[in-house]
């Protein structure tokens, strides 16, 4: 079992629509979890990290973690082509290194 | 603030050479220091940990005496890739963590910075 598991996609939807991503971990004393968008050949970029329980929104994009389920995932509303990346999600745990997933190619159909 | 830089952003060099990557924290001090590599289509496998004035953590099967990591000060760390071979062509990735707080960019205590990536091609 993977560490951290995300659909591979490519998940498309059309401008306008929301966009949901979802990622599953394995370790149950996961402690913090970050979303983060990588455009093709570039390094990735911090969207959100989220650390309770429950919502979090900024902007756009919403995170959601459920740690009984021991699930996160992000919501991107109003979807943008610009939006159009690869979305990890990444995980750790005190000050040990992220523990990334494969991550889910979005797609936004203009 | 928060700024991690790479050097070089893309090599090509023959088999057999060594290639060093620089990871440089430009507005903060970063005490850890962590190398990621990624193959085409792929995730971020974490080579090691960097940790400054000690030697790294490597994660298992990264090879020490072939990925030679050196986090001499609290703003550079180097990765040296040792006799180069086609299968080492990846896109390696450094990030930097600021626990002290000096940047002032961070959003979150456990956060990294990302260097732009170095893209290495051995032939």
């Not at chain 1, 996160?72 to 509303?77: A, E, G």
């Not at chain 2, 790294?56 to 180069?84: M, P, R, W």
Request: hydrophobic share 30%; glycine share 8%; aromatic share 10%.
């Amino acid at each position: 079992q993977k560490e951290v598991e995300q659909n591979s996609g490519p998940l498309s939807v059309p401008e306008g629509a929301i966009a949901s991503l979802n990622c599953t971990y394995s370790d149950r004393g996961s402690q913090s979890f970050f979303w983060y968008r990588q455009y093709s050949g570039k390094s990735p970029e911090l969207i959100m990290f989220i650390y309770s329980n429950g919502d979090k929104e900024d902007g756009r994009f919403t995170a959601q973690l459920n740690k009984a389920s021991q699930y996160v995932s992000l919501l991107i509303r109003d979807s943008q082509p610009s939006d159009s990346a690869t979305y990890l999600c990444a995980v750790t745990k005190g000050r040990r290194a992220l523990t990334f997933g494969s991550g889910t190619r979005l797609q936004v159909q203009p | 603030g928060a700024v991690v830089s790479q050097h070089p952003s893309r090599v090509i060099c023959k088999s057999g050479t060594s290639v060093k990557i620089e990871c440089r924290s430009l507005d903060f001090q970063a005490t850890t220091m962590f190398w990621y590599r990624q193959f085409p289509k792929q995730s971020l496998m974490l080579m090691a940990t960097s940790n400054e004035g000690s030697k790294a953590t490597y994660e298992q099967g990264v090879e020490k005496d072939k990925f030679l990591i050196n986090h001499a000060s609290l703003t550079l760390s180097t990765l040296t890739v040792t006799s180069a071979h086609p299968e080492d062509s990846s896109f390696y990735i450094c990030s930097a963590r600021d626990l002290g707080g000096t940047s002032g960019g961070a959003k979150s205590y456990n956060e990294q910075f990302f260097g732009p990536g170095t893209r290495l091609t051995v032939l």
